[in-house]
């Protein structure tokens, strides 16, 4: 491909002259690199612009006049002059810049000195962390301008990458991923706000897991809305294009690439969780304080330590006639001292260090007429946590057909399984009212391990929602199995009628399936939790029971009395793009180049979600199903979904052109116009299109005659762009209402015989409904000292983001999503490359990079909570980031040791925080605590070579953004909960509130008297107190690599061999006291979330 | 190359043409009204699922104010009791009723708009289904035109209404313009009207949650009620009670065997009871008002209580037949305790929708009575009142009275002069010298002409009055009357024994928070607002305006 088209180039260049009478010289020009033919080198008279191009097997024949000596040159390779010889070969040295002088759009490749966008471009193999399956997590640090949070670490889920900062309010502000010049659709829409959910559906939010790492060549990173503006209205928040690996003409070449990943488990010494001596005394004082009595502790919802002793104590045996324990305080004292020295190391029982391994084997090989590169590769991972095991295929196939020196055919397909199991989890919900954010039978080791008690046994039952529980038990019995499959085919012809025109088209057909099942097994403390009743009490109290609202003398009863649950989810996806497009490529009067491109391109993708969930199935007893009829009608009064079914289609069609004028490759201006349909803004025509464009220039000084004579080889290349772009998305996915949005609901009726299904309108009309727009300005600079030793690359850009969705509060309507918020944005991204030893054997290089991003937004009508504002990612206002988060004012402890906060009528008070507080004026007593999206990023890496020794150090950082702290205070506790150790500084006697700030463990009594204490606690969770600075700088990799000398591989009659050591994440240089050992890029949300663990990689390349 | 040109264009043409069939694929599982079935299912959406019966309720005679000292109150019952312009929000707030409402419009249209699709009404099915629309859209626009302006008054046609909307909203934003009051009167005529003929019981799955014949006779027997058309009441009325009107009234003597325990819910379920002939149209409802006016302390800061029931509701219509709380069938609820004073009819169910079972979170939800038999025999009495015709009056009410007391009474026969006799036995309302004592009787002010005070018209609409309050206590529906009548009401404290402390507001005739307020984030969104005086001297006005028909 990238000898095509230097062809291309090199005739656009060259101008081939009339011969005189001179020697006729033949020869060959080979790559040093790989002993190819290179394709399309240009062969020039020196001091003349007569010259040639290299044929497909690399030869040229030139006519050269007398003593005058040859350039050879290639894109990518050092130029060469010689002396001109019959037969001659020339070999060329690769200048170890290749990648930068073609920038790839995943339409087009275009050369960088015609290329007037800001883009980054970056070698997989150089960015590429080993035993990091997904690549994209990879990106992290390695461009100016993008940001990666690596918010959950479990395999699937995808990182928040955001290129330039977000670019919308309600929208994803997801980059576009591009493969081989086919856009990714993702399965299903998880909102950037949502990857941090911890929910099942994070699992298949990554829409290039199936990517083997090891196929990719490079990522171009387009982040102006010059680069992006081809993909016009979907291109707002910028394109990440990957380009994957073609085979080379030439000999067959066999590699393997092994990844062998040793990961360690969390340890309680980098976070402060009580042991449990101290944890025992904390639960002593909860007794002292009224809790943890027998009469409330058996019959509790959960318990732990003391709800078991109580257990015991009536638990009788007839056999052996004795109690559990004896009921004497001596009996009660033993069994908890037990537990004060058990201090049960839940990271070691949930983690293992068992080690994930990835092969692959690809082969690369090729004639002049087809070129094929193949891949499989296999990643086995047992599971750094409890059931979490996945196992991944790909393979993959590229082949290049050369039909005629008019016709060539690309083909590749890529397919991927992916087998992968979880811990079984249930959506998390926000109570509103009091703020708590919960999940319903959470199980997430992570979790489990950092919030449950020390003082517990491994072994032992103890009791959640009113069964018994064991963590170990209920992982064997509770999961999510994952099934993905993806497939990508594609093909693409190109026709050459003439020399400077081409014509493409390509067609390209995606399908993912990706199925969850979620098993909540027979015995699994799940399903026992609908059917627990030892007790009265226990029966009235379980929510979970059902009560026949028609019988007024009702008992609870089960709604799943055999049996376990089922639940499957199916996301499907099938989708066909078609592309056609024409270039002209042409040179006149050798100075003035001319660059047309044109086309026009159709999507069309398909999606089917379906749910279902079944009760009362028996795994234990051959998978049959044993129902109650009362879950139907229990479901029918609770307006309860059985299954669900949703199918929706996304239809795009665009036209786009761009034109490229270079006069001497000097000064080079550029427009591009597309013109975008959707049909995601409904049937009305008149928001469906949206024409987008760009303009944009660029100055290679190092070009003009005069550059050398001043700057000699102080400065060697220097070029200033600047481009001014329309860029735009369509929103949101669920604002479509350029047409009334009409869907079939169940109102609620008082009883089920009076059901009916209705249809409502969800979503009044608004005709006015169009895309979400964004205007860029960007300048970039890019110097090269020293012969290009040093590199420097400068951009700073100004956005203005308008017509976002917002809210509109309208007159009949209530509120209406319309195109009426802004937002605008500035920043500067710097990226600095110095080679500060180069010798033949040693070389030290330094990649210096830091990216600043601001965002305001300047018009939104707002409507948010509270509740919003100070939980999670927290939400946009008017004149703050887009993503900020607030805090409640803490006003210190009061003489009782509960919290007190400035509440949203500006009075002090403990209780009153209203979390559904939505009056824009009353939203004001909240404090603004910070942007959750980091401002400042970058990364700072040192590549030292010795000969065949590699050692690469490599360190990210990220600055500006605030985190929330874990929520672990409470309005009562129970003898599961761990607690942290501030909690030993907590509030004991009158007085304490003068010197601390961590509330009281509330007395029953202080519950008592004021039954919305848990508001005063989730409060405090949300509150000044419990934020800290999201800043941290994290040592990223360190790694030690080494390539085989010949001496080694030629006896052993391999081509190459080397071995590669990797630890990666290995510790924070800088963080935030208050973290604690809190991650954070990581939001502990429970669910499938983990955070990336710490882990040492080796790397093994044989090359056959 | 100009033919390429030229062949290119002509390709962009067509594509551009084909693609707009093909972008005109709906994204996703939403559906169109463009069939019978859908319009249908869309009409189930156009009955409102809010309420006005709190902000109503709390602003009519019904309450007092329990004291300072009450704590069971929040910061939005205060506003609905003070008759201030309501900024807090609830479920139960003017604002969620007003949204609903002309969501309820806005279906309805799109419901009118399918069949125009369609063709027209061509269909019997399609015809009830246009009456049935038509009918939501008049409901919603008479509830609003009745909450937020002032009442219909026939000699004042320049009295703000509301917007009558007819077509469906295609802006993101539009700028509604408000009618007068008799513009509203007039389209809501004109779509009753229209519909009627056609309405039918046949199509409904669910036939009390929707028009059916008799609901829509209700709505016109009230709404021609108000449009003082009082033949028209009685023609609609006649047509839903039929010849013998007895057996279409609710089955009190079956609540008198129904146990009284609310947590069985069988009284409040039976009011509210689909099978049941006085329901004739059920609404649902995101509602607190089985809660503030059941058996909980919440909300009981303004209670109808004790004093009221003795002195104007329960009690005072029990002297007419010699009877007291005890002589109703159904009989009324009495609380009383610390800050707990309340005389309470159960006539809501507390239903609960749980969205989260395990939080206990979810919602609040009653079911309530748009319209019942008995109101409706009560607007027939009141129309023969209007037109003189008081012994069918009388007939009337002795038929209502007979099925509401116990059987003891079960023969009492009302005569004219029982209901003089009975009226010119007590002194109107707020008469004494600080303007507070109760009475059933209070003065009567409307827009249109009525007999002097204590003739027989005059004590018969009383009675009426008195009738209609008991028959809809907590249902907010009181509210209407005073508007209707121009009765004048207090803002009553009550002392901690329960009698009447101090009055601190008064509403007088045509005090202008008679009209609710138009919603805040309404009127933020440019809607015009209802005229509000702009010092507080309506505030300070503490003596009741007696004077019109005195002499």
């Known amino acids: ?249 030439g000999q067959a070449r066999i590699n393997y690439t092994g990844e062998y990943t040793m990961r360690l488990k969390p340890s309680y010494s980098t976070f402060n969780i009580m042991n449990s001596q101290d944890q025992m005394s904390i639960y002593q004082e909860m007794q002292q304080k009224g809790y943890l009595n027998y009469a409330e502790t058996s019959n509790a919802a959960s318990s732990g330590v003391y709800g078991k002793m109580y257990q015991l104590i009536t638990q009788y045996d007839a056999t052996t006639g004795q109690y559990g324990l004896a009921n004497t305080a001596a009996a009660r004292a033993d069994y908890l001292r037990q537990a004060e020295y058990r201090n049960t190391d839940w990271f070691d029982e949930l983690f293992s260090n068992s080690i994930q391994h990835n092969h692959s084997v690809s082969i690369s090989s090729g004639t002049e007429k087809s070129q094929t590169y193949a891949s499989v590769s296999a990643m086995f991972d047992p599971g750094w946590t409890k059931q979490s095991k996945v196992q991944r295929y790909t393979a993959n196939l590229n082949n290049t057909f050369n039909l005629s020196k008019q016709l060539t055919f690309n083909m590749i397909a890529n397919s991927s399984y992916r087998k992968q199991r979880a811990p079984g989890t249930l959506a998390a919900e926000t109570d509103v009212v009091s703020g708590e954010v919960h999940r319903s039978f959470d199980i997430n080791p992570y979790s489990y391990a950092l919030n449950t008690s020390r003082a517990l046994d491994r072994d032992t039952y103890y009791t959640r929602n009113y069964a018994p529980f064991n963590i170990m038990h209920e992982l064997e019995n509770n999961y999510i199995n994952l099934d993905i499959f993806d497939i990508r085919v594609q093909g693409e012809l190109k026709y050459k009628p003439i020399q400077k025109v081409e014509l493409g088209v390509l067609g390209a057909f995606k399908f993912n399936q990706s199925t969850q099942n979620h098993t909540i097994s027979d015995d699994s403390n799940q399903a026992n939790a609908y059917r627990a009743m030892e007790t009265p009490t226990i029966r009235d109290a379980n929510p979970f029971l059902y009560t026949d609202p028609d019988d007024p003398f009702a008992l609870p009863v089960s709604v799943l009395p055999y049996g376990g649950i089922m639940n499957k989810t199916t996301n499907k996806m099938s989708a066909w793009d078609f592309r056609a497009t024409a270039s002209y490529n042409d040179v006149y009067a050798n100075d003035h180049i001319v660059n047309l491109y044109g086309g026009m391109e159709v999507n069309n993708i398909d999606r089917t979600y379906d749910w279902f969930r079944g009760w009362g199935m028996q795994y234990e007893l051959g998978e049959i199903a044993n129902y109650a009829y009362e879950v139907f009608k229990k479901g029918a009064e609770e307006n309860a979904d059985y299954f669900k079914l949703t199918n929706s289609h996304e239809r795009r069609t665009a036209f786009f052109g761009t034109a490229t004028y270079s006069y001497k490759g000097r000064y080079t201006i ?105 205007h860029e300005f960007n300048i970039g600079v890019q110097l090269g000292f020293l012969k290009n030793r040093i590199n420097f690359e400068f951009d700073w850009y100004k956005r203005n983001n308008y017509d976002l969705i917002g809210i509109v509060n309208t007159q009949m309507g209530g509120q209406k999503y319309g195109n009426v918020a802004s937002m605008k944005s500035n920043g500067v991204e710097i990226s600095l490359t110095t080679k500060n030893i180069q010798t033949k054997d040693f070389s030290w290089t330094t990649n210096i990079i830091y990216s600043h991003t601001h965002n305001e937004v300047t018009e939104l009508e707002n409507n948010q909570r509270v509740i919003d504002l100070v939980a999670g990612t927290g939400f946009a206002l008017e004149g703050y980031p887009v993503r900020s988060l607030f805090s409640i004012p803490f006003r210190g402890l009061n003489n009782e040791g509960l919290p007190t906060f400035l509440d949203q009528d500006g009075e002090v008070t403990t209780t009153g925080i209203y979390f559904q507080e939505q009056d824009k004026e009353k939203l004001k007593f909240l404090e603004y605590s910070g942007s959750v999206d980091p401002t400042d990023v970058g990364s700072f890496g040192n590549v030292f070579k010795y000969k065949g020794l590699t050692l690469n150090v490599f360190i990210t950082y990220s600055f500006g953004n605030v985190v929330r702290l874990d929520p672990v205070f409470k309005n009562s506790y129970n003898d599961l909960n761990s607690m942290p150790k501030e909690f030993a500084n907590r509030w004991m006697v009158p007085g304490d509130e003068n010197t601390t700030t961590i509330p009281v463990i509330a007395s029953q009594r202080q519950n008592e008297n004021d039954s919305d204490l848990s508001y005063a606690y989730n409060a405090y969770n949300y509150s000044t107190e419990r934020i800290a600075k999201g800043d941290f700088i994290r040592m990223k990799e360190i790694s030690l690599g080494y390539d085989f000398p010949k001496v080694v591989t030629d006896p052993l009659k391999i081509n190459s061999l080397s071995l590669k050591l990797q630890a990666t994440n290995l510790f924070l240089i800088y963080a935030d006291k208050k973290l604690n050992g809190q991650d954070p890029e990581f939001f502990n949300t429970g669910g499938v979330a983990v955070p990336l663990p710490k882990q040492f990689t080796l790397t093994l390349r044989l090359g056959l | 190359m100009k033919k390429y040109i030229g062949l290119s264009l002509l390709a962009l043409s067509m594509g551009l043409a084909s693609c707009n069939d093909f972008l005109d694929k709906l994204p996703d599982n939403r559906t169109e009204a463009n069939s019978e079935v859908k319009i249908q299912k869309l009409l189930v959406a156009a009955y409102p699922t809010h309420d006005h019966m709190a902000f109503t309720e709390y602003a009519s005679d019904n309450v007092d104010d329990m004291g300072e000292k009450n704590p069971y109150t929040d910061r939005f019952l205060d506003q609905l009791y003070s008759w201030t312009d309501v900024t807090e929000t609830d479920n139960q707030d003017p604002e969620s009723y007003w949204m609903d409402l002309y969501q309820c419009i806005e279906t309805a249209n799109m419901a009118l708009e399918g069949i125009e699709s369609m063709g027209g009404a061509t269909t019997p099915t399609l015809k ?148 049941q002939t006085h329901t004739t149209l059920l609404l649902t409802s995101y509602s607190n008002q089985p809660i503030n006016f059941g058996p909980y302390y919440t909300g009981k800061r303004y209670s109808h209580n004790a004093y009221i029931g003795t ?112 009226m010119a036995s007590m002194d109107y309302a707020y008469d004494d010298e600080d303007h507070m004592a109760s009475s059933l009787k209070k003065h009567l002010h409307p827009k249109f002409n009525i ?76 809607y015009e607002p209802n005229p509000r005086p702009d010092n507080n001297d309506t505030n300070g006005a503490l003596i009741p305006d007696n004077n019109l028909l005195k002499d």
């Open chain 1, 1 to 249: 491909m990238m000898k095509r088209l230097s062809l291309i180039l090199a005739s656009l260049f060259l101008y081939v002259g009339l011969a005189l009478a001179q020697t006729k010289v033949t020869g060959t020009v080979i790559s040093q690199e790989d002993g190819e033919p290179i394709i399309g080198a240009s062969v020039v008279v020196q001091g003349s612009k007569t010259g040639v191009v290299t044929d497909m097997n690399g030869q040229f024949s030139l006519s050269v006049p007398e003593g005058k000596k040859i350039v050879i040159s290639y894109i990518g390779m050092k130029s060469e002059t010689v002396t001109p010889r019959n037969g001659m070969k020339v070999t060329l040295v690769s200048d170890g810049q290749s990648l930068d002088e073609v920038v790839v759009t995943g339409m087009q490749k275009v050369d960088k000195r015609l290329f007037t966008g800001s883009s980054t471009k970056i070698s997989a193999a150089e960015a590429k962390i080993d035993g990091m399956a997904d690549i994209s997590r990879s990106l992290e640090g390695r461009a100016a301008g993008v940001s990666v949070q690596n918010v959950s670490g479990t395999f699937g889920t995808a990182p928040k990458i955001r290129v330039r900062g977000a670019t919308s309010i309600y929208g994803n502000s997801k980059p576009l991923w591009v493969v081989d010049g086919v856009i990714m659709e993702d399965v299903t829409d998880v909102s950037a706000d949502d990857l941090s959910s911890g929910d099942a559906n994070t699992l298949i939010s990554s829409a290039i897991a199936g990517l083997n790492s090891d196929d990719i060549e490079t990522f171009d990173i387009l982040k102006d809305g010059s680069a992006t503006s081809i993909y016009g209205a979907r291109a707002m928040a910028g394109v990440i294009v990957i380009t994957t690996k073609k085979g080379k003409q």
């Open chain 2, 128 to 275: 009830e289904m246009q009456a049935e629309a038509l009918l939501c859209r008049a409901y919603a626009h008479f509830m609003l035109v009745n909450i937020f302006a002032m009442h219909y008054d026939a000699n004042n046609p320049n009295a703000i209404g509301v917007s009558y909307v007819t077509e469906t909203e295609k802006e993101l934003n539009p700028q509604y313009q408000r009618e007068t009051v008799n513009e509203n009167y007039a389209h809501i005529a004109a779509d009753l009207e229209a519909a009627l003929p056609n309405v039918g019981d046949s199509y409904y799955t669910v036939p009390k949650y929707h028009f059916n014949k008799n609901a829509a006779y209700a709505f016109a027997s009230r709404f021609y009620l108000y449009y003082e058309k009082y033949d028209k009441c009685i023609e609609y009325s006649t047509k839903l009670l039929g010849s013998n009107p007895k057996t279409m009234l609710r089955n009190n003597q079956h609540i008198a065997s129904l146990p009284r325990d609310w947590s069985a819910a069988s009284i409040p379920l039976f009011y509210v009871d689909a099978n």
């Open chain 1, 670 to 774: 550029n427009g591009t116009i597309r013109y975008e349909g959707s049909n995601k803004l409904g049937k009305s025509r008149s928001a469906r299109w949206l024409p987008t464009w760009n303009v944009s220039g660029a100055w290679n000084a190092h070009e003009e005659p005069w550059f050398e004579k001043v700057f000699h080889d102080a400065l060697t290349t220097a070029t200033l762009k600047a481009s001014y772009s329309l860029t735009a998305e369509s929103g949101p996915s669920w604002v479509t209402n350029s047409l009334p949005v009409i869907k079939s609901y169940n109102p609620w009726r008082p009883s089920a015989g009076l059901r009916e299904s209705g249809l409502e309108e969800t979503d009044r009309a608004n005709g006015e409904l169009t895309f979400e727009k964004k």
């Open chain 2, 451 to 526: 007999d002097a005070e204590g003739s027989l018209q005059e004590s018969l609409i009383q009675l009426i009055l008195a009738v209609r309050r008991y028959e809809t206590l907590l249902e907010g529906k009181r509210w209407f009357d005073i508007k209707r009548w121009g009765i004048e009401i207090p803002r009553r404290t009550m002392t901690a024994g329960g009698a009447p402390a101090s009055v601190s507001d008064w509403l007088k005739v045509d005090d202008p928070r008679r009209a609710i307020q138009i919603p805040q984030k309404v009127r933020e969104a440019g």
């Open chain 2, 311 to 422: 002195n104007e509701t329960v009690n005072a219509l029990a002297a007419l037949w010699g009877g007291t709380y005890t002589s109703y069938k159904a009989q009324v609820f009495r609380y009383s305790g610390t800050n707990l004073n309340a005389w309470l009819n159960w006539h809501m169910p507390y239903l609960f929708e749980y969205t989260d079972p395990v939080a206990g979170i979810g919602y609040r939800h009653t079911v309530y009575n748009a319209f019942t038999t008995d109101e409706v025999l009560i607007n027939r009495a009141e129309a023969y009142a209007m037109l003189n015709q008081y012994d069918k009056a009388c007939e009337d009410l002795t038929i209502w009275i007979r099925n509401t007391v116990v059987a003891q009474l079960g023969n009492f026969t009302l005569t004219t002069d029982k209901v003089t006799d009975f």
